[in-house]
T-cell receptor, first 114, second 109 residues
Framework: NAGVTQTPKFRVLKTGQSMTLLCAQD?????MYWYRQDPGMGLRLIHY???????AKGEVPDGYNVSRLKKQNFLLGLESAAPSQTSVYFC?????????????FGPGTRLTVL | QKEVEQDPGPLSVPEGAIVSLNCTYS??????FMWYRQYSRKGPELLMY????GNKEDGRFTAQVDKSSKYISLFIRDSQPSDSATYLC?????????FGSGTRLLVRP
């Protein structure tokens, strides 16, 4: 039982390059989230999904796209990376029924855009 | 104005002290209030959550919500060096969480 895993753990990109971050969960959770965390800013919601095949915009969606083709995976894409997207990205999951006892975060992906 | 405000600290206390961490918020529709602990270079982990106003206790931790003042607190009794971390408050808004910026706590041995 791995819980929530994120791939990759670290990445350095050049401006304009693209990449995809993968969040995988093995808890059969309905809700999945992508956050970014910057110094002094807490966690800000980028996109989220309330179930397989659904996605919705969060607080800071510009420059990112997401897909949830399988219930256990939530992908975050950067089409053309910018230095402003240098951040730590966290994936979060939550079980159906919105039980706070069933809420977990992944270990994070550290992304640097040069 | 941010929806959730939290003093970034850092807050430095001696071992054994009582720690008080606080957040204020502006949206009166928030119903669930959470506290997370985040160690350096790790993901946040849920410490406690409270529904509506009142207190909730779990071991050395007590969460308090005052909806009339739009103010929440987390108290840590008998603080330990292992409590050194960043503490984030968060509030539920239609199946999404709105986070404070986090308070960095250092408990000195």
């Amino acid at each position: 039982n791995a819980g929530v895993t994120q791939t990759p753990k670290f990445r350095v990109l050049k401006t304009g390059q693209s990449m995809t971050l993968l969040c995988a969960q093995d808890m059969n959770h309905e809700y999945m989230y992508w956050y970014r965390q910057d110094p002094g800013m807490g966690l800000r919601l980028i996109h989220y999904s309330v179930g397989e095949g659904t996605t919705a915009k969060g607080e800071v969606p510009d420059g990112y796209n997401v897909s949830r083709l399988k219930k256990q995976n939530f992908l975050l894409g950067l089409e053309s990376a910018a230095p402003s997207q240098t951040s730590v990205y966290f994936c979060g999951t939550q079980g159906a029924g919105w039980s706070y006892n069933e809420q977990f975060f992944g270990p994070g992906t550290r992304l640097t855009v040069l | 104005q941010k929806e959730v405000e939290q003093d970034p600290g850092p807050l430095s206390v001696p071992e054994g002290a009582i720690v008080s961490l606080n957040c204020t918020y502006s949206n009166s529709a928030f119903q669930y209030f959470m506290w997370y602990r985040q160690y350096s270079r790790k993901g946040p982990e849920l410490l406690m959550y409270t529904y509506s106003s009142g207190n909730k206790e779990d071991g050395r931790f007590t969460a308090q919500v005052d909806k009339s003042s739009k103010y929440i607190s987390l108290f840590i009794r008998d603080s330990q060096p292992s409590d050194s971390a960043t503490y984030l408050c968060a509030m539920d808004s239609s199946y999404k969480l709105i986070f404070g910026s986090g308070t960095r706590l250092l408990v000195r041995p």
